[in-house]
């Protein structure tokens, strides 16, 4: 098979890693990409955006399967651009890919479904003083999400009626959220602790992935700012046995159902964002892709054949056999430009990523290349990331730090507590 692989993140870099180890592969190519990419892919100087020029490739190579990485394009309809086209392509179509793009439509759907979620109300820029009105009534602390693609961000936790107004003047009249924070889902603030799950599916069947824990905020302790995440480690012991099984009955097989019966039946990955609350698992947030950095620490756990399982997922049959856990740990810490997720510079040189660590994989999410040299070029620059084939989360943690220590650009910041809460 002729694969394209849309995206230059951390995400895409894991996925061309397993991607290339496919038997069924004859060549990967990757639009954009990134310098780490470039070992397992040829990379195309195109863009997302360019849903056109994307369609003009795929049939001059010859592709026989598009995997979408970043969400923008599918919210965009670029899957609905390459099925037109006759290419075959793993991602959800527009109407289905709302359920990221577009909050208050996911959580208009759980609420119809009955699929376990907080309690929230939508307010719009028009109606400004309602919402206002409405920080009056409630309980706090109260979580506040820009309604449209905030690129991870367009989250506030609120401890106080005035930091609430603040947000809801910072979305409404400073819109630093453009457009995606004109309209806002206020919900209740849930308790309990996060977890990721992502179903691969062809819309009717699906496999599950091993559970993983994401960090959301800059600092250690889960302190500061909400950031587009900061480190994962799979699987998250958080996920019982009997608590997937709920997932799966309570969550994923009825949004699957939901989404058919709204006519946008749903092919590619289903990411399920949870809280797991004394009252069982509820639903923070639904993406229409793999997450990242999750993707960093779950793909390495799987042995088999991962572009099987797109390609049948995409083309109508899902092969479930595919892929199977393999029985390790992961645990992936991003390294981040100074001032992230505000401001910060790049363009520093990055060194120590040519030294050999046995069991890690270093992957480029932020960087590019000048003269066989590699610089930052974003807020998240690396994905730092172990793969244990024994199920020992202490020395998965304790691999990626040393492999970490012995990497360094100008600014370089970390979390040093990820995967603390399970070890």
């Known amino acids: ?3 394209l692989l849309i995206g230059s993140g951390g995400r895409e870099h894991a996925l061309a890693y397993k991607i290339f180890e496919s038997n069924k592969l004859t060549k990967l190519y990757c639009a954009p990409g990134n310098p780490g990419i470039e070992k397992f892919a040829e990379l195309v100087d195109l863009s997302t955006s360019d849903f056109n020029n994307i369609v003009v490739f795929a049939k001059e190579k010859g ?8 969400e923008q394009p599918l919210v965009d309809g670029l899957a609905d651009h390459l099925s037109a086209n006759r290419v075959n392509v793993f991602g959800p179509n527009k109407e289905a890919a709302m359920i990221e793009g577009d909050k208050s439509f996911s959580k208009e759907l759980m609420k119809k479904y009955k699929i376990p979620t907080a309690d ?5 820029k028009d109606n400004k003083q309602k919402a206002l009105d409405y920080l009056n009534k409630i309980n706090y602390p109260v979580v506040i999400k820009a309604s449209g693609l905030a690129a991870g961000k367009g989250v506030a936790i609120c401890d106080y009626k005035s930091e609430a107004e603040n947000t809801i003047n910072e979305y409404f009249e400073m819109n630093i959220f453009g457009k995606a924070g004109h309209t806002v889902v206020i919900e209740e603030f849930l308790e309990g602790e996060e977890a990721s799950i992502f179903v691969v599916t062809d819309g009717d069947d699906f496999v599950i992935l091993p559970a993983s824990q994401d960090h959301k905020r800059a600092l250690d302790g889960d302190q500061g700012k909400n950031t587009g995440g900061m480190g994962a480690y799979s699987p998250a012991p958080l996920i019982t046995g009997s608590i997937l099984s709920q997932v799966e009955n309570e969550i994923i097989v009825p949004t699957l159902n939901a989404l058919k019966k709204e006519n946008k039946k749903y092919n590619g990955c289903l990411y399920c964002g949870l809280m797991i609350t004394k009252e069982g698992p509820k639903v923070i947030e639904y993406n229409c ?3 990242d950095p999750e993707t960093q620490c779950v793909l390495p756990l799987l042995e088999g054949d991962f572009l099987q399982l ?3 997922a995409a083309t109508g049959k899902i092969d479930k056999s595919s892929v199977k856990y393999n029985g390790g740990r992961s645990v992936c810490v991003v390294a981040t430009s100074k001032g992230y997720p505000d401001r910060y510079e790049k363009g520093f040189e990055i060194t120590g990523l040519d030294l050999k660590h046995e069991n890690v994989i270093i992957y480029h999410a932020g960087t590019k290349k000048v003269d066989n040299k590699v610089f930052t070029n974003g807020g998240r620059v690396l994905g730092v990331t172990s793969i244990l084939k024994e199920n020992d989360l202490k020395l998965a943690k304790q691999t ?3 492999a970490l220590s012995k990497i360094y650009f100008e600014g370089i910041t970390y979390r040093t507590d990820i995967a603390d809460k399970a070890i």
């Not at 929230?120 to 719009?124: P, R, V």
């Open 120 to 124: 929230f109300e939508i307010f719009t």
């Open 310 to 312: 797109l390609y049948t």
């Open 400 to 402: 990626t730090y040393a």
């Open 1 to 3: 098979m002729n694969v």
């Open 63 to 70: 592709i026989d399967l598009v995997v979408v990485g970043p």
């Open 289 to 291: 892709r793999f997450g």
